[in-house]
């Protein structure tokens, strides 16, 4: 009688382990599908980040931006009768 239940207590116990093992297998997949979308993702937004950098360094430029100071905001560069020096 006890090895009857001692053998029935262990095909339980490896049951119970046989379905932790599919479990855990399963969310390890999910896991590895999460984290190589999460790759790509990083990937994008490094290159959308790399194009970023790229259009602020054109943006602001010295000569762009004298041009539009020039051209959007009416200014000049004073003539040295204009310039006043400040003593701090």
Known sequence: MKTVVLVCGLAVLVMMSAFQLLTTRYETRLLVIRLQELQVQ???????????????????????????????????????????????
């Open 42 to 88: 990083r990937d994008e937004l490094e290159r959308d980040w790399g194009q970023l950098l790229l259009e602020q360094g054109t943006w602001s430029t010295h000569s762009r931006i004298e041009d539009l100071a020039r051209s959007k905001l009416n200014m000049t560069i004073p003539n040295v009768k204009q310039l006043r020096r400040i003593r701090s």
